[in-house]
């Protein structure tokens, strides 16, 4: 899979510092939300699993769990710190939901490998968009924020990249996740759309033939 951003600036209009600080950390703050989303959607099921090759998968999840939290988040929120940001958006756990744009996607009996796996591949992808999009908007903007976006986004690659190879091995083929193939949409709508500072941005997804 191939991931093409655009990004459309309008260069004619100045821009203060204020405003692209807050607008980073706003996705900043989207990003802690789904890391958490991801931690505990990993984290919760790990001991619960049946199907073929149970313990090889659940470790790979225990792994991917301590990344997301332990790494992740935890450097999302310093970042948060360093701009002067505040949490109180995300301090309460039943407000997450509500920020992270990526969906939690709870694990059901019986737990199954497979389905476990292709539910993961999708919160990845989800991820990795995100990250994509942190990465553009702070490149000659924020130069600590870019690098720990795009290194962020290589840990999340590497995931998806392991989510795959267990898929492939159980089943034969790849996970075609096929609700967002072929979607061009903007992170953001209404009120806080980045419309409203001269920022448009559009991910779309390319599968390659």
Not at 52 to 77: P, V
Not at 81 to 91: A, F, N, P, T, V
Not at 123 to 129: D, L, P, Y
Not at 170 to 177: A, D, I, K, M, Y
Request: with cysteine.
């Amino acid at each position: 899979m191939s991931i093409k951003l655009r990004k459309r600036i309008n260069e004619s209009s100045p821009m203060s510092s204020r405003i692209d600080t807050d607008m980073i950390v706003s996705l900043l703050k989207v990003l802690y939300a789904e890391e958490i989303q991801a931690w505990y959607q990993y984290y919760i099921v790990e001991k619960f699993m049946t199907g073929t090759d149970r313990t090889s998968i659940a470790k790979l999840f225990e792994t991917n769990a301590d990344d997301e939290l332990n790494d992740h988040a935890d450097k999302l929120l310093k970042r948060i710190s360093e701009l002067g940001g505040d949490i109180s958006e995300i301090s309460a756990l039943n407000s997450l939901s509500s920020i992270a744009k990526c969906s939690y996607i709870a694990p059901e009996l019986p737990y199954n490998t497979i389905k476990l796996l292709e539910d993961n591949i999708i919160a990845e992808e989800c991820a990795i968009k995100h990250y994509i999009e942190l990465a553009d908007i702070t490149n000659n903007i924020d130069y600590t924020t870019h690098c720990m976006a795009v290194e962020i986004l290589s840990d999340e690659e590497e995931h998806l990249r392991d989510l795959q190879d267990f898929y492939v091995d159980l089943t034969g083929h790849e996970f075609n996740s096929a609700h967002i193939d072929n979607v061009e949409y903007s992170t953001y709508n209404g009120e806080t759309d980045y419309n409203n500072s001269e920022y448009v941005y559009v991910l779309k997804d390319i599968r390659e033939a």
